[in-house]
């Protein structure tokens, strides 16, 4: 399928590994051009690297960290006219309600909440001003299967499913788009350093990580590149009347029982 993508320019955040890294390769793959920030310079000189040899796009990198409004404001005045917004930046930590202290929320919730929060507004200004423009808000399927052991993570991801919602419903009248995606359990790096220390603890042996992922739907986590590709997808004008919603990729299981 053509998604008629080539020639624009895309910004990801969180775009040095994971999800995000994997939705640039996707865009990257369509013939965008591509803006990658994330905290960490060298793993954005990494991926610059990985995606300029496969394809032929400009990318760009920029070490910020998106907690802080005024790296927000750094971004829209450097790459004011971008085509695509990612936001995708933010990992927020487990725990119950007292597990979790006031510190540790607030700062997760800046990077993750409030940093999706004011990337969409600086640039929803900007792509507004010129008629045209994408917004995906990569989320959580915490957000709809609350969690009391991820209490911090289900509340934020809720606010933004609201917040996307709120935006995209009526982002049409603007000539814009503004959707979200609940990933469910997803093979990053992250993940699969948390299941080694659990098959460790629980099975001896960290090598067998991927026996713990058997409850989960078809046996397996998804891939960052599954959830890249419908990055690229709802980008895309082929996805032109899908604005306000959130598409849930998580294999089916927000509608079963426990995944561990």
Known sequence: MELNLRGRTALVTGASK????????ALAAEGVNVILVSRTQADLDAARLRIMRRWNVNVQVHAYDISNSANVDKLVAEHAGIDILVNNAGAIPAGDLQQVTEDRWRQAWDLKVFGYINMCRRFYADMKSRGRGVIVNV??????????????GSTGNAALMA??????????????????????????????????????????????????M????????GTPQEIGTMVAFLASDISAYTTGTIITIDGGAANRGPMF
């Open 163 to 212: 917040f996307t919602r709120a935006l995209g419903g009526s982002a049409g009248d603007d000539k814009l788009r503004v959707v979200g995606i609940n990933p469910g359990a997803i093979a990053t790096d992250r993940l699969i350093t948390i299941m080694k220390a659990r098959a460790k603890d629980r099975l001896g042996d960290e090598n067998k990580w991927e026996e713990l």
């Open 214 to 221: 058997k409850p989960l739907p078809m046996g397996r986590a």
């Open 18 to 25: 994971g999800i995000g890294l994997a939705s640039a390769e």
């Open 139 to 152: 989320l959580g399927v915490a957000g709809e299967k609350m969690d009391r052991t991820y209490i911090a």
